[in-house]
């Protein structure tokens, strides 16, 4: 069984560019979050996305966005970055049948300059 | 949303239990109690979870409270490995908050 997995590990943007981050699934798994941590800090939902359609947000702008494929993986894009988003970003796959119980990946590091 | 509230930080020595409380008052019928681990560096690791009954697995055990506004995760033996933040939540996917957990001291 593989578990989640995301790339890039580590990343360097210069404000008002556009990130693209990306979250593969565990297999068998059919929803996928993504949350903001930043330092010192708890991970913040960010928004979840299940069998394709976005299926609940946080308390982020539009400029985040999402996607995700028939295979379950995922994408998450944010446009205009600003400093304030340099954060560990995390990405968690999960199942309806295994009650909500979410599987993390190793986090994608974003360095906003 | 439900909240959780834990304490900030705790300690314990090595080959010692470890009782890790969470106070959860809101906390809705339908809704799991899950418990997560974050080393440094990495990201959560599942620990356990339950709705109503004590739950026990390999890693460690959950206790319940009746009337499920609180829990507590209890490590049996605490290792140097289980220095953590560790995450009580509730519920998942857009119900999942995150507060900042309890960063566990492990002492040899």
């Known amino acids: 069984e593989t578990g989640v997995t995301q790339s890039p590990t580590h990343l360097i943007k210069t404000r008002g560019q556009q990130v693209t981050l990306r979250c593969s699934s565990q297999?068998?798994?059919?929803?996928v979050s993504w949350y903001q941590q930043a330092l010192g800090q708890g991970p913040q939902f960010i928004f979840q996305y299940y069998r394709e359609e976005e299926n609940g947000r946080g308390n982020f702008p539009p400029r985040f966005s999402g996607l995700q494929f028939p295979n379950y993986s995922s994408e998450l894009n944010v446009n205009a970055l600003e400093l304030d988003d340099s954060a560990l970003y995390l990405c968690?796959?999960?199942?309806?049948?295994?009650?909500?119980?979410?599987?993390f990946g190793p986090g994608t590091r974003l360095l906003v300059l | 949303d439900a909240k959780t509230t834990q304490p900030n930080s705790m300690e314990s020595n090595e080959e010692e239990p470890v009782h890790l409380p969470c106070n959860h008052s809101?906390?809705?019928?339908?809704?799991?109690i899950h418990w997560y681990r974050q080393l440094p560096s990495q990201g959560p690791e599942y620990v356990i979870h339950?709705?109503?009954s004590n739950v026990n697995n390999r890693m460690a055990s959950l206790a319940i409270a009746e009337d499920r506004k609180s829990s507590t995760l209890i490590l049996h033996r605490a290792t140097l490995r289980d220095a953590a933040v560790y995450y009580c939540i509730l519920g998942g996917g857009f119900k999942t908050i995150f507060g900042a957990g309890t960063r566990l001291f492990v002492k040899a």
């Open positions: 339950g709705l109503t």
């Open positions: 297999s068998g798994h059919n929803t």
């Open positions: 968690a796959s999960s199942s309806l049948e295994e009650e909500e119980t979410q599987y």
């Open positions: 809101t906390i809705s019928g339908t809704d799991y």
